[in-house]
């Protein structure tokens, strides 16, 4: 089934400055409103080393939550939402001409405190669905990795990929490691 | 005189109305038989939730090939 809908305005608000260590240099934050659902949205866009974007969202009301990328809004809108989120990359693209982006499926947790499984879970069958329909293959190669429930696009304009996705691969455990873990 | 009973009528109907509401939320809120999304789909409990290192389950991907729809404009090409 195609992707009929055309996701909602997105809006630039400011860049947040990392000042540690780490391969995260800066984030980038968007925000916009889904008034089909009546939820204001942010989208959270980290920068790393290697000109690599780790894309994230979660809806304003559950922004103090600490499941705030787990929690289950569960009002539908869905395809408008990821299809606003996906807009960050042409966006970004006009700067950073040979970004790659990430993303992974975070486990959902329910009412009642129950957890999803980390692999192939429901948020990274969304991503694989419709990013496919958005982001074509002529900048980008698709890599899912469903095991970790991890999407990829790599940008085609790197000269050495499969170096380059090993780097990335490695920054991305070292940043991200116990992203998938519910506390 | 009149309207002061038929203020009165309003009253007492919008109170008790709201108290009535106000007890079965409560009496919902009470019930051990709500069946969450987690409990249909056999997810686990927080406590009972495997712990995963990202470095062990990101291995190799699959490149997913990307068929072009005619009928969508993609947002990059």
Known sequence: MLITKDGYALKFIQTHPVLDNSSHKKSYIFKFFASRIKLHYIVRVEYHDYDFFALKFYAKKDRKSEHKYSNLVNKGDVSNILITCAKVIPALLKEHPKASFGFIGSRSIDRKNKVEGYANNQRFRLYSYHIPQLIGSQTFIHKSYEEASSYTLINRAITDISKYEEDVKNMIVNTYEGVLNVD | ?77
């Open chain 2, 1 to 77: 005189m009149i309207d002061v009973h038929v203020q009165t009528f309003t009253f007492v109907m919008f109170y008790t109305t709201v108290m009535l509401s106000k007890n079965r939320t409560y009496r919902n809120k009470d019930n051990s038989s709500f069946v969450s999304k987690g409990d249909r789909m056999g997810w686990v409990s927080k406590n009972q939730a495997k712990d995963v290192r990202l470095s062990a389950v990101l291995t190799e991907g699959r490149v997913v090939s990307v068929k072009q729809s005619d009928r969508r404009p993609l947002l990059v090409p």
